[in-house]
């Protein structure tokens, strides 16, 4: 082999070595951010939740932790099986999340939300309001 050749392959392992340290990195931020954020919906729009479950806009829900059955509310993607807290947390399902919320998923959500409010509001209305024998 050709030095000038070694030296490319020494080069090129040399700068796979820090793609690689710097892509488990930028994952470690992606999957640490998406559990937060997670979190905070869970905590936000648990109240929701009847029986320990609540099924939200694009195949997402809230439910008792898969794994501790009375545990805290955990969101999941119930499309592709993700489960968003840090011990089942991947990069790709970090990825999914990130990218529906890009594409306006918290909206969705909120959405859904104000119209459960307004329809139990409503109902609460009717019930208030009905004559009883």
């Excluded at 090129?12 to 640490?32: C, I, M, P, V």
């Excluded at 905070?40 to 099924?55: C, D, S, W």
């Amino acid at each position: 082999m050709t030095q000038p050749r070694a030296n490319a392959i020494v080069n090129a392992l040399q700068r796979l070595d820090r793609a690689g340290d710097e892509a488990s990195k930028a994952n470690e931020k992606l999957k640490a951010a998406a559990v937060q954020v997670a979190q905070h919906i869970a905590a936000k729009v648990g109240g929701y939740a009847e029986r320990g479950f609540l099924t939200l806009p694009r195949g997402y829900s809230l439910s008792a932790h898969a794994v501790k059955e009375n545990g805290p509310l955990c969101l999941k993607s119930d499309l592709r099986g993700y489960i968003f807290d840090e011990e089942h947390i991947t990069a790709e399902s970090a990825l999914h999340l990130a990218r529906d919320i890009a594409n306006g998923w918290l909206e969705d959500v909120t959405a859904y939300l104000e119209a459960r409010t307004q329809e139990a509001e409503r109902a609460a209305e009717t019930l208030r309001e009905a004559k009883l024998p």
